[in-house]
Protein backbone atom coordinates (compact mmCIF):
# COMPACT_ATOMS: atom_id res chain seq x y z
CA UNK A 1 0.00 0.00 0.00
CA UNK A 2 1.49 3.42 -1.08
CA UNK A 3 1.24 6.54 1.15
CA UNK A 4 -2.35 8.05 0.25
CA UNK A 5 -2.21 11.60 2.88
CA UNK A 6 -0.22 14.26 1.95
CA UNK A 7 0.20 15.31 5.19
CA UNK A 8 1.84 18.16 6.22
CA UNK A 9 2.07 18.42 9.83
CA UNK A 10 2.16 21.92 10.65
CA UNK A 11 0.11 21.63 14.03
CA UNK A 12 2.58 18.95 15.53
CA UNK A 13 5.75 21.65 14.22
CA UNK A 14 4.14 24.02 16.68
CA UNK A 15 6.30 22.33 19.66
CA UNK A 16 5.76 19.77 22.39
CA UNK A 17 4.00 22.56 24.51
CA UNK A 18 0.92 21.93 22.41
CA UNK A 19 -0.02 18.19 22.21
CA UNK A 20 1.38 14.77 23.38
CA UNK A 21 2.75 12.42 20.43
CA UNK A 22 0.24 9.43 20.65
CA UNK A 23 -0.06 6.64 18.41
CA UNK A 24 -3.64 5.03 17.99
CA UNK A 25 -4.39 1.84 20.02
CA UNK A 26 -5.29 -1.25 17.73
CA UNK A 27 -8.21 -2.87 17.46
CA UNK A 28 -9.35 -6.39 17.49
CA UNK A 29 -11.56 -7.02 13.84
CA UNK A 30 -11.54 -3.36 12.17
CA UNK A 31 -14.28 -3.33 9.54
CA UNK A 32 -15.50 -0.30 6.96
CA UNK A 33 -18.83 0.95 7.43
CA UNK A 34 -18.91 3.85 5.11
CA UNK A 35 -16.04 6.08 3.54
CA UNK A 36 -16.48 9.70 2.25
CA UNK A 37 -14.58 8.85 -1.51
CA UNK A 38 -15.91 13.08 -2.68
CA UNK A 39 -14.52 13.96 0.18
CA UNK A 40 -11.08 12.30 0.33
CA UNK A 41 -10.54 13.47 -3.87
CA UNK A 42 -11.25 17.13 -2.20
CA UNK A 43 -8.55 16.43 0.28
CA UNK A 44 -5.95 14.65 -2.26
CA UNK A 45 -6.06 11.75 -0.55
CA UNK A 46 -5.12 9.37 -3.18
CA UNK A 47 -7.43 6.40 -2.91
CA UNK A 48 -7.31 4.65 -5.89
CA UNK A 49 -5.33 1.03 -5.23
CA UNK A 50 -6.36 0.82 -1.93
CA UNK A 51 -9.30 -1.54 -1.10
CA UNK A 52 -11.59 -1.45 1.75
CA UNK A 53 -9.54 -3.45 3.94
CA UNK A 54 -6.69 -1.74 3.88
CA UNK A 55 -9.00 1.55 4.45
CA UNK A 56 -10.33 0.36 7.89
CA UNK A 57 -7.17 -0.55 9.03
CA UNK A 58 -6.10 3.05 8.36
CA UNK A 59 -9.57 4.42 9.60
CA UNK A 60 -9.48 2.35 12.83
CA UNK A 61 -5.82 3.42 13.14
CA UNK A 62 -4.36 -0.36 13.35
CA UNK A 63 -1.99 1.15 10.07
CA UNK A 64 -0.77 5.03 10.35
CA UNK A 65 0.52 6.37 7.14
CA UNK A 66 4.37 6.73 7.00
CA UNK A 67 4.17 10.12 6.71
CA UNK A 68 1.63 10.91 9.53
CA UNK A 69 2.42 12.68 12.90
CA UNK A 70 -0.37 11.34 15.19
CA UNK A 71 -0.86 13.25 18.78
CA UNK A 72 -3.26 14.67 20.99
CA UNK A 73 -3.71 17.95 21.15
CA UNK A 74 -3.67 19.96 24.35
CA UNK A 75 -6.32 22.70 25.79
CA UNK A 76 -8.74 23.37 28.71
CA UNK A 77 -12.06 24.34 29.02
CA UNK A 78 -15.09 25.22 30.59
CA UNK A 79 -17.69 22.45 31.18
CA UNK A 80 -21.20 23.84 31.74
CA UNK A 81 -19.60 27.36 33.32
CA UNK A 82 -17.18 25.24 35.34
CA UNK A 83 -13.72 25.50 34.38
CA UNK A 84 -11.33 22.57 33.66
CA UNK A 85 -7.85 23.72 33.55
CA UNK A 86 -6.65 20.10 31.96
CA UNK A 87 -9.70 18.48 29.19
CA UNK A 88 -7.13 17.67 25.88
CA UNK A 89 -7.70 14.64 23.12
CA UNK A 90 -9.18 11.92 25.65
CA UNK A 91 -10.19 9.95 22.87
CA UNK A 92 -9.22 11.42 19.63
CA UNK A 93 -5.65 11.28 17.87
CA UNK A 94 -4.64 13.99 15.43
CA UNK A 95 -3.10 11.87 12.28
CA UNK A 96 -1.85 14.95 10.69
CA UNK A 97 -3.40 18.01 8.79
CA UNK A 98 -2.73 18.64 5.18
CA UNK A 99 -3.35 20.71 2.19
CA UNK A 100 -6.58 20.17 0.35
CA UNK A 101 -7.59 21.36 -3.11
CA UNK A 102 -8.81 24.70 -1.98
CA UNK A 103 -4.81 25.09 -0.60
CA UNK A 104 -5.90 25.68 2.86
CA UNK A 105 -4.91 23.23 5.90
CA UNK A 106 -7.16 20.41 6.74
CA UNK A 107 -7.00 18.08 9.93
CA UNK A 108 -7.62 14.54 9.54
CA UNK A 109 -7.93 12.99 13.36
CA UNK A 110 -9.65 9.63 14.69
CA UNK A 111 -12.16 9.78 16.97
CA UNK A 112 -12.17 6.22 18.94
CA UNK A 113 -8.70 5.75 18.73
CA UNK A 114 -7.64 4.92 22.50
CA UNK A 115 -6.36 6.15 25.35
CA UNK A 116 -4.25 8.97 25.30
CA UNK A 117 -2.10 11.15 28.31
CA UNK A 118 -5.20 13.13 28.36
CA UNK A 119 -7.82 10.61 29.06
CA UNK A 120 -8.47 10.60 32.57
CA UNK A 121 -9.24 7.55 33.54
CA UNK A 122 -11.71 6.85 30.11
CA UNK A 123 -11.09 4.36 27.89
CA UNK A 124 -10.74 6.46 24.50
CA UNK A 125 -13.26 4.66 22.64
CA UNK A 126 -16.10 5.41 20.92
CA UNK A 127 -19.89 3.58 20.79
CA UNK A 128 -21.22 2.58 17.36
CA UNK A 129 -23.77 4.92 18.04
CA UNK A 130 -21.78 8.52 18.85
CA UNK A 131 -19.64 7.71 15.23
CA UNK A 132 -22.74 6.99 13.26
CA UNK A 133 -24.70 10.42 14.87
CA UNK A 134 -21.76 12.64 13.95
CA UNK A 135 -20.92 11.39 10.48
CA UNK A 136 -24.75 12.24 9.87
CA UNK A 137 -25.29 15.62 11.62
CA UNK A 138 -21.88 16.52 9.40
CA UNK A 139 -22.82 15.78 6.15
CA UNK A 140 -26.49 16.95 6.80
CA UNK A 141 -25.01 20.93 8.27
CA UNK A 142 -22.69 20.71 4.92
CA UNK A 143 -25.47 19.87 2.73
CA UNK A 144 -27.42 22.38 4.22
CA UNK A 145 -24.56 25.88 4.12
CA UNK A 146 -23.78 25.75 7.48
CA UNK A 147 -19.83 25.56 8.40
CA UNK A 148 -18.96 22.34 9.66
CA UNK A 149 -16.57 19.82 10.72
CA UNK A 150 -16.99 16.74 7.88
CA UNK A 151 -16.68 13.08 8.09
CA UNK A 152 -14.24 11.11 6.19
CA UNK A 153 -14.91 7.45 7.59
CA UNK A 154 -16.64 5.18 10.14
CA UNK A 155 -14.88 1.64 11.27
CA UNK A 156 -16.17 -0.81 12.84
CA UNK A 157 -13.50 -2.17 15.92
CA UNK A 158 -15.34 -5.45 16.39
CA UNK A 159 -14.87 -4.65 20.12
CA UNK A 160 -17.73 -3.74 22.78
CA UNK A 161 -17.53 -0.48 24.23
CA UNK A 162 -19.20 -0.63 27.95
CA UNK A 163 -21.21 2.73 28.41
CA UNK A 164 -24.73 2.44 30.31
CA UNK A 165 -24.74 -0.95 28.70
CA UNK A 166 -22.43 -2.99 26.14
CA UNK A 167 -22.32 -1.30 22.93
CA UNK A 168 -20.51 -2.24 19.49
CA UNK A 169 -17.62 0.13 19.38
CA UNK A 170 -16.35 1.98 16.23
CA UNK A 171 -13.72 5.00 15.01
CA UNK A 172 -15.04 8.10 13.31
CA UNK A 173 -12.44 9.67 11.01
CA UNK A 174 -13.05 14.03 11.40
CA UNK A 175 -12.10 16.09 8.78
CA UNK A 176 -11.55 20.44 9.96
CA UNK A 177 -10.19 23.24 9.05
CA UNK A 178 -8.39 22.57 12.40
CA UNK A 179 -9.28 21.13 15.87
CA UNK A 180 -8.09 24.62 17.80
CA UNK A 181 -10.43 25.56 20.22
CA UNK A 182 -11.22 28.33 22.60
CA UNK A 183 -10.08 25.85 24.90
CA UNK A 184 -6.65 26.28 23.35
CA UNK A 185 -5.74 29.27 23.87
CA UNK A 186 -7.63 29.10 27.53
CA UNK A 187 -4.76 26.35 27.84
CA UNK A 188 -1.46 28.26 27.54
CA UNK A 189 -3.64 31.38 29.26
CA UNK A 190 -3.76 29.66 32.15
CA UNK A 191 -0.11 28.57 32.34
CA UNK A 192 0.51 32.29 31.35
CA UNK A 193 2.89 30.97 28.54
CA UNK A 194 2.46 34.13 26.62
CA UNK A 195 5.24 32.38 23.71
CA UNK A 196 3.23 29.82 23.24
CA UNK A 197 0.14 31.71 23.16
CA UNK A 198 1.25 33.79 20.29
CA UNK A 199 2.57 31.50 18.58
CA UNK A 200 -0.87 29.08 18.57
CA UNK A 201 -2.60 32.23 17.49
CA UNK A 202 0.12 33.59 15.17
CA UNK A 203 -0.69 29.75 13.82
CA UNK A 204 -4.66 30.18 13.72
CA UNK A 205 -3.89 33.62 11.76
CA UNK A 206 -2.33 31.77 9.01
CA UNK A 207 -4.23 29.07 8.33
CA UNK A 208 -8.10 30.99 9.25
CA UNK A 209 -8.01 34.63 8.83
CA UNK A 210 -5.02 35.40 6.74
CA UNK A 211 -6.56 38.42 4.80
CA UNK A 212 -6.25 40.22 8.25
CA UNK A 213 -4.60 43.89 7.03
CA UNK A 214 -3.29 45.38 10.55
CA UNK A 215 -4.88 48.67 11.24
CA UNK A 216 -1.22 49.54 11.87
CA UNK A 217 2.09 48.39 10.82
CA UNK A 218 2.49 45.65 14.15
CA UNK A 219 1.97 42.52 14.98
CA UNK A 220 0.22 43.40 17.68
CA UNK A 221 -2.75 44.70 16.41
CA UNK A 222 -3.44 41.78 14.38
CA UNK A 223 -4.44 39.92 17.56
CA UNK A 224 -6.97 41.95 18.08
CA UNK A 225 -8.45 41.97 14.11
CA UNK A 226 -8.10 38.14 15.00
CA UNK A 227 -10.62 38.00 17.79
CA UNK A 228 -12.85 39.97 15.57
CA UNK A 229 -12.74 38.01 12.87
CA UNK A 230 -13.41 34.84 15.59
CA UNK A 231 -16.49 36.68 17.28
CA UNK A 232 -17.68 37.51 13.91
CA UNK A 233 -17.25 34.77 12.75
CA UNK A 234 -19.14 32.79 15.59
CA UNK A 235 -22.10 35.27 15.43
CA UNK A 236 -22.91 34.59 12.10
CA UNK A 237 -22.42 30.58 12.86
CA UNK A 238 -24.97 30.56 15.46
CA UNK A 239 -27.74 32.70 13.41
CA UNK A 240 -27.42 29.99 10.94
CA UNK A 241 -27.96 27.20 13.54
CA UNK A 242 -31.00 29.31 14.98
CA UNK A 243 -32.42 29.33 11.56
CA UNK A 244 -32.49 25.81 10.84
CA UNK A 245 -33.85 24.92 14.48
CA UNK A 246 -30.41 23.52 15.39
CA UNK A 247 -29.53 22.64 19.19
CA UNK A 248 -25.98 21.93 19.56
CA UNK A 249 -26.31 20.43 23.08
CA UNK A 250 -22.86 21.15 24.97
CA UNK A 251 -21.51 24.48 24.13
CA UNK A 252 -18.52 24.52 26.12
CA UNK A 253 -15.36 26.82 25.46
CA UNK A 254 -13.56 23.23 24.35
CA UNK A 255 -16.49 22.81 21.54
CA UNK A 256 -15.78 26.26 20.03
CA UNK A 257 -13.31 26.32 17.17
CA UNK A 258 -11.73 29.10 16.27
CA UNK A 259 -12.20 28.35 12.57
CA UNK A 260 -16.37 29.09 12.73
CA UNK A 261 -16.58 25.68 11.95
CA UNK A 262 -19.21 23.71 13.95
CA UNK A 263 -18.06 20.78 15.63
CA UNK A 264 -18.25 18.06 18.89
CA UNK A 265 -21.80 16.46 17.59
CA UNK A 266 -22.70 14.66 20.68
CA UNK A 267 -26.12 15.51 22.27
CA UNK A 268 -27.12 17.83 19.57
CA UNK A 269 -30.71 17.82 17.22
CA UNK A 270 -32.62 19.54 15.28
CA UNK A 271 -36.44 20.79 16.95
CA UNK A 272 -39.14 19.37 15.92
CA UNK A 273 -42.10 20.85 18.16
CA UNK A 274 -40.80 23.82 18.35
CA UNK A 275 -40.16 25.42 21.85
CA UNK A 276 -37.20 28.76 23.03
CA UNK A 277 -36.69 26.35 25.91
CA UNK A 278 -35.66 23.40 23.93
CA UNK A 279 -33.07 21.06 25.83
CA UNK A 280 -31.95 17.86 24.42
CA UNK A 281 -28.72 16.75 26.12
CA UNK A 282 -28.87 14.65 29.28
CA UNK A 283 -26.59 16.08 31.34
CA UNK A 284 -28.13 19.73 30.79
CA UNK A 285 -30.60 19.57 33.65
CA UNK A 286 -30.59 23.44 34.42
CA UNK A 287 -31.14 24.21 30.41
CA UNK A 288 -27.69 26.33 30.26
CA UNK A 289 -27.53 25.35 26.19
CA UNK A 290 -31.29 25.63 25.39
CA UNK A 291 -32.16 26.58 21.95
CA UNK A 292 -32.91 29.72 22.93
CA UNK A 293 -29.59 30.77 25.24
CA UNK A 294 -27.08 29.78 22.34
CA UNK A 295 -26.57 33.20 21.28
CA UNK A 296 -25.62 34.44 24.67
CA UNK A 297 -23.50 31.48 25.84
CA UNK A 298 -21.83 32.46 22.12
CA UNK A 299 -20.93 35.59 23.44
CA UNK A 300 -19.82 33.89 27.18
CA UNK A 301 -17.46 31.88 25.62
CA UNK A 302 -16.05 34.61 23.30
CA UNK A 303 -15.40 36.47 26.51
CA UNK A 304 -13.58 33.84 28.04
CA UNK A 305 -11.43 33.55 24.62
CA UNK A 306 -10.60 37.41 25.19
CA UNK A 307 -9.90 37.11 28.47
CA UNK A 308 -6.75 34.30 27.07
CA UNK A 309 -6.40 36.85 24.21
CA UNK A 310 -5.47 40.10 26.85
CA UNK A 311 -2.06 39.38 26.92
CA UNK A 312 -1.02 39.74 23.33
CA UNK A 313 -3.55 43.10 23.05
CA UNK A 314 -1.55 46.45 22.40
CA UNK A 315 -1.40 48.58 25.52
CA UNK A 316 -2.11 47.97 29.23
CA UNK A 317 -4.50 45.64 30.44
CA UNK A 318 -7.48 48.23 31.12
CA UNK A 319 -6.63 49.63 27.16
CA UNK A 320 -6.93 45.71 26.28
CA UNK A 321 -9.76 44.38 28.03
CA UNK A 322 -11.88 48.03 26.44
CA UNK A 323 -11.06 46.63 23.27
CA UNK A 324 -11.95 42.91 24.25
CA UNK A 325 -15.32 44.66 25.78
CA UNK A 326 -16.00 46.71 22.61
CA UNK A 327 -15.53 44.08 20.27
CA UNK A 328 -17.97 41.30 22.43
CA UNK A 329 -20.76 44.12 22.20
CA UNK A 330 -20.81 44.12 18.33
CA UNK A 331 -21.13 40.28 19.02
CA UNK A 332 -24.56 41.14 19.24
CA UNK A 333 -25.10 43.15 16.37
CA UNK A 334 -23.26 40.93 14.43
CA UNK A 335 -25.64 37.93 15.44
CA UNK A 336 -28.84 39.59 15.12
CA UNK A 337 -28.27 40.79 11.61
CA UNK A 338 -27.17 37.83 10.18
CA UNK A 339 -30.38 36.03 12.17
CA UNK A 340 -32.69 38.76 10.70
CA UNK A 341 -30.93 38.19 6.96
CA UNK A 342 -31.73 34.64 7.39
CA UNK A 343 -35.49 34.70 8.53
CA UNK A 344 -36.08 37.55 5.77
CA UNK A 345 -34.99 34.73 3.54
CA UNK A 346 -36.87 32.15 4.92
CA UNK A 347 -40.32 34.19 4.29
CA UNK A 348 -39.17 35.18 1.15
CA UNK A 349 -37.92 38.26 1.06
CA UNK A 350 -35.28 40.07 -1.05
CA UNK A 351 -34.32 42.78 1.98
CA UNK A 352 -35.39 43.76 5.31
CA UNK A 353 -37.99 45.87 5.70
CA UNK A 354 -38.92 48.27 8.92
CA UNK A 355 -42.06 46.27 9.29
CA UNK A 356 -40.68 42.92 9.11
CA UNK A 357 -38.85 42.57 12.21
CA UNK A 358 -42.06 42.79 14.33
CA UNK A 359 -43.46 39.60 11.44
CA UNK A 360 -40.24 37.80 12.56
CA UNK A 361 -41.08 38.45 16.23
CA UNK A 362 -44.68 37.48 15.70
CA UNK A 363 -44.13 34.08 14.11
CA UNK A 364 -41.46 33.08 16.53
CA UNK A 365 -43.67 33.89 19.31
CA UNK A 366 -46.29 32.00 17.28
CA UNK A 367 -44.41 28.72 17.13
CA UNK A 368 -43.19 28.89 20.57
CA UNK A 369 -46.91 28.88 21.78
CA UNK A 370 -48.27 26.22 19.35
CA UNK A 371 -45.29 24.01 19.52
CA UNK A 372 -45.95 23.60 15.58
CA UNK A 373 -42.65 21.72 13.89
CA UNK A 374 -40.34 24.39 12.88
CA UNK A 375 -39.27 22.61 9.86
CA UNK A 376 -42.41 22.17 8.17
CA UNK A 377 -43.98 25.06 9.25
CA UNK A 378 -41.02 27.40 7.09
CA UNK A 379 -41.31 24.85 3.98
CA UNK A 380 -45.22 24.62 3.71
CA UNK A 381 -45.26 28.23 3.85
CA UNK A 382 -43.53 28.49 0.00
CA UNK A 383 -46.58 26.37 -1.04
CA UNK A 384 -49.11 29.67 0.81
CA UNK A 385 -47.81 32.72 -1.15
CA UNK A 386 -50.60 34.59 -1.94
CA UNK A 387 -53.60 35.37 -0.61
CA UNK A 388 -56.31 32.55 -2.49
CA UNK A 389 -53.92 30.06 -1.55
CA UNK A 390 -54.86 26.79 0.33
CA UNK A 391 -53.87 27.04 3.67
CA UNK A 392 -54.58 23.57 5.34
CA UNK A 393 -51.13 21.95 4.64
CA UNK A 394 -49.56 24.52 6.99
CA UNK A 395 -52.79 24.67 9.59
CA UNK A 396 -52.36 20.89 9.55
CA UNK A 397 -49.80 20.82 11.67
CA UNK A 398 -51.82 21.73 15.05
CA UNK A 399 -52.79 17.92 14.79
CA UNK A 400 -49.10 17.09 15.21
CA UNK A 401 -48.60 19.90 17.64
CA UNK A 402 -47.92 19.16 21.40
CA UNK A 403 -50.03 22.37 22.63
CA UNK A 404 -53.59 22.52 22.53
CA UNK A 405 -55.58 23.50 20.16
CA UNK A 406 -57.48 26.89 20.26
CA UNK A 407 -59.30 28.58 18.28
CA UNK A 408 -57.60 31.56 19.36
CA UNK A 409 -54.27 30.51 18.54
CA UNK A 410 -55.59 29.66 14.78
CA UNK A 411 -57.03 32.87 14.46
CA UNK A 412 -53.50 34.57 15.49
CA UNK A 413 -51.64 31.93 12.77
CA UNK A 414 -53.75 33.15 10.21
CA UNK A 415 -53.97 36.68 10.69
CA UNK A 416 -50.01 36.30 10.72
CA UNK A 417 -50.57 34.16 7.47
CA UNK A 418 -51.97 37.53 5.97
CA UNK A 419 -49.83 39.98 7.09
CA UNK A 420 -46.81 37.98 5.79
CA UNK A 421 -48.73 37.34 2.32
CA UNK A 422 -49.26 41.11 2.13
CA UNK A 423 -45.92 41.87 2.94
CA UNK A 424 -44.68 39.58 -0.31
CA UNK A 425 -46.85 41.83 -2.44
CA UNK A 426 -44.05 44.38 -2.15
CA UNK A 427 -41.76 42.06 -3.56
CA UNK A 428 -40.93 42.27 -7.04
CA UNK A 429 -41.33 38.39 -8.34
CA UNK A 430 -43.27 36.11 -6.30
CA UNK A 431 -41.67 33.28 -8.02
CA UNK A 432 -38.44 34.53 -6.73
CA UNK A 433 -39.76 34.75 -3.18
CA UNK A 434 -40.99 31.15 -3.43
CA UNK A 435 -37.42 29.96 -4.44
CA UNK A 436 -35.63 31.86 -2.23
CA UNK A 437 -37.56 30.01 0.29
CA UNK A 438 -36.96 26.66 -1.10
CA UNK A 439 -33.34 27.27 -1.01
CA UNK A 440 -33.32 28.43 2.42
CA UNK A 441 -36.29 25.96 4.40
CA UNK A 442 -35.31 22.42 3.93
CA UNK A 443 -37.59 19.55 3.32
CA UNK A 444 -35.44 17.17 4.67
CA UNK A 445 -33.15 17.67 8.24
CA UNK A 446 -31.57 14.79 10.04
CA UNK A 447 -34.63 14.46 12.48
CA UNK A 448 -33.79 12.84 15.61
CA UNK A 449 -36.09 9.94 15.50
CA UNK A 450 -34.65 9.04 12.05
CA UNK A 451 -30.98 9.13 13.38
CA UNK A 452 -32.40 7.11 16.15
CA UNK A 453 -33.32 4.44 14.05
CA UNK A 454 -30.43 4.19 11.65
CA UNK A 455 -28.06 3.92 14.63
CA UNK A 456 -30.67 1.05 16.05
CA UNK A 457 -30.55 -0.85 12.97
CA UNK A 458 -26.92 -0.45 12.27
CA UNK A 459 -26.65 -1.42 16.18
CA UNK A 460 -28.18 -5.14 14.96
CA UNK A 461 -26.02 -5.13 11.43
CA UNK A 462 -28.04 -3.68 9.49
CA UNK A 463 -26.82 -0.37 7.51
CA UNK A 464 -29.55 0.22 5.04
CA UNK A 465 -31.48 2.62 7.18
CA UNK A 466 -28.08 4.50 7.90
CA UNK A 467 -27.23 4.40 3.99
CA UNK A 468 -30.75 5.87 2.84
CA UNK A 469 -30.74 8.35 5.68
CA UNK A 470 -27.43 9.62 4.20
CA UNK A 471 -29.01 9.38 0.81
CA UNK A 472 -31.88 12.05 1.91
CA UNK A 473 -29.74 14.38 2.89
CA UNK A 474 -27.32 15.04 0.26
CA UNK A 475 -30.04 17.18 -0.96
CA UNK A 476 -32.39 18.88 1.38
CA UNK A 477 -33.73 21.30 -0.18
CA UNK A 478 -35.46 19.30 -3.27
CA UNK A 479 -38.83 17.51 -2.19
CA UNK A 480 -37.67 14.08 -3.73
CA UNK A 481 -40.57 11.57 -3.82
CA UNK A 482 -38.20 8.75 -2.40
CA UNK A 483 -37.53 10.47 0.74
CA UNK A 484 -41.05 12.01 1.80
CA UNK A 485 -41.12 9.94 4.57
CA UNK A 486 -37.85 11.94 5.85
CA UNK A 487 -39.75 15.05 6.25
CA UNK A 488 -42.70 13.70 8.37
CA UNK A 489 -42.26 14.61 11.82
CA UNK A 490 -41.92 11.97 14.75
CA UNK A 491 -45.46 10.06 15.77
CA UNK A 492 -45.91 10.47 19.92
CA UNK A 493 -44.32 7.17 20.09
CA UNK A 494 -41.19 8.04 17.58
CA UNK A 495 -39.77 11.09 19.53
CA UNK A 496 -36.64 11.35 21.25
CA UNK A 497 -36.48 13.39 24.02
CA UNK A 498 -33.04 12.99 25.04
CA UNK A 499 -29.62 12.41 23.68
CA UNK A 500 -26.27 11.27 24.59
CA UNK A 501 -22.64 12.23 24.35
CA UNK A 502 -21.08 8.83 24.39
CA UNK A 503 -18.22 9.98 26.23
Request: charged content about 25%; proline content about 5%.
Amino acid sequence: MTTMFPFENKYAELGDDFSAQIHPSPVKKPELIKFNSILAKELNIDCDNVNDSDLADIFSGNSVPENAAPLAMAYSGHQFGHLNPQLGDGRAILLGDLIAKDGKLKDVQLKGAGRTPFSRNGDGRCPLGPALREYILCEAMQALGVPTTRALAVVATGEPVIRQQREPGAVFTRVASSHIRVGTFQFFALRQNIQALKTLADHAIERHYSNIEPKINSDENKYVEFFKAVVKNQAELIAKWMNLGFIHGVMNTDNMTISGETIDYGPCAFIDAFSRSKVFSSIDSQGRYAYQNQPAIGQWNLARLAEALLPLFPGEEKDAVDTATAILKDYADWHQNAWEHGMAAKLGFSEIQDTDRELFTRVIDLLDETHLDFTLFFRRLSHCTTGDSDRSHVLALFQNADAMHTASLEERLNQWLSDWQQRLLNEDDIAACITRMQQTNPAVIPRNHRVAEAIAAAEDGDYAPFERLLAALERPFDELTEYQDYQLPPQSNEKVLRTFCGT
